[in-house]
């Protein structure tokens, strides 16, 4: 079955330092790959997405991410956290064959000033 | 431009009841989903809809839910004979087309059953 798998549920940075976040997934193929960001009371916003292509992903607020095949990862970077970034990041993925996406269980991430 | 709406953003209801939530696209997009968020996990897929086509009703619990679109436009999921499990956050997303495209959300109804 896909799967999408968040493997830390919780993680604390402290402000300035850098952040990883990271993801696998369980699909037949590549598929298309997603992080989203929710704030307390907001919807999900997009972060990025991979298609295909360079492996390497600019998205919004500083964020990036990686994908790797070999791995069945897209691991979400940040050089520089600010306290503003203190949200759950989600993890997704779709299939060409399935529309919807496939949610990871997200990561709360909580900014130390 | 307006984004996914979503009414109503929250709502109170006592097990047994039924329940209709709404959701605005955005205007254009022929793809629609629905999520459910249960308080400290990821999104749930519930339903898709896709211009005329028959919706995928795959992640539908159980044969109290239900949804309906009209045409590419509002969209309103039905929960008949709520239970307490049902307590989460809906959300609502739309897309330009399916297959991959990005999806953006609403800012999700919350629910709570008593």
């Known amino acids: 079955a896909q799967s999408v798998t968040q493997p830390d549920i919780h993680i604390t940075v402290s402000e300035g330092a850098s952040l990883e976040l990271r993801c696998n997934y369980s699909?037949?193929?590549?598929?298309?790959l997603f992080w989203y960001v929710q704030s307390p009371g907001q919807g999900l916003q997009l972060l990025l997405k991979y298609f295909s292509g360079d492996t390497l992903v600019q998205g919004i607020k500083g964020f990036e991410a990686e994908f790797k095949r070999s791995q069945s990862s897209f691991n979400l970077r940040k050089p520089s956290v600010h306290w503003s970034d203190a949200a759950e990041y989600f993890c997704?993925?779709?299939?060409?064959?399935?529309?919807?996406?496939?949610f990871g269980s997200g990561t709360q991430l909580t900014v130390l000033p | 431009g307006a984004g996914v709406s979503q009414s109503p953003s929250n709502k109170v209801t006592e097990k047994g009841k039924d329940v209709e939530l709404r959701c605005d696209p955005i205007s254009g997009h022929t793809a629609l989903y629905w999520y459910r968020q249960r308080l400290g996990q990821g999104l749930e897929f519930l339903i898709y809809?896709?211009?005329?086509?028959?919706?995928?009703k795959s992640g539908l619990p159980s044969d109290r839910f239900s949804a309906e679109r009209t045409g590419e436009s509002v969209s309103t999921l039905t929960i008949q004979r709520t239970q307490q499990e049902d307590s989460a956050v809906y959300l609502c997303a739309s897309s330009l087309a399916g297959g991959g495209e990005t999806q953006y959300f609403g800012p999700g109804t919350r629910l709570l059953v008593l």
């Open positions: 997704a993925a779709s299939s060409g064959s399935a529309r919807q996406l496939t």
């Open positions: 809809f896709q211009g005329n086509s028959a919706p995928d």
């Open positions: 699909y037949g193929a590549t598929p298309y």
